[in-house]
Nanobody, 117 residues
Framework: QVQLVESGGGLVQAGGSLRLSCATS????????MAWYRQAPGKQRELVAA???????NYADSVKGRFSISRDNAKNTVYLQMNSLKPEDTAVYYC???????????WGQGTQVTVSS
């Protein structure tokens, strides 16, 4: 059974930083491309960043140069380091294996990030 538990969100001022964590179970982390998505109020969920099993990364244009995705396969955990946060980064952040997007409902509870101006 796949379980995804996001944590590390909170309230931060613009320009600040947060590090999100995603603890996984029920999957072989090293065999999965993992992704962080976010959903702001009234908006569709959007891809923020992804990392392959060989640690290749890609980012949404809106976060390039500010966010960094990483993984620790030994700890079954994926991270999202967020720097220079902006109010428009305010959203609920979710992690998920890319292959499970749109396949059933594997989304976790997410973690709320709120950036004040």
């Amino acid at each position: 059974q796949v379980q995804l538990v996001e944590s590390g969100g909170g309230l931060v001022q613009a320009g600040g930083s947060l590090r999100l964590s995603c603890a996984t179970s029920g999957i072989i982390l090293s065999a999965n491309t993992m992704a962080w998505y976010r959903q702001a109020p009234g908006k569709q969920r959007e891809l923020v960043a992804a990392i392959t099993g060989s640690a290749l990364t890609n980012y949404a244009d809106s976060v390039k140069g500010r966010f960094s995705i990483s993984r620790d396969n030994a700890k079954n955990t994926v991270y999202l380091q967020m720097n220079s946060l902006k109010p428009e980064d305010t959203a609920v952040y979710y992690c998920i294996p890319r292959r499970l997007v749109g396949v059933g409902n594997y989304w976790g509870q997410g973690t709320q990030v709120t950036v004040s101006s």
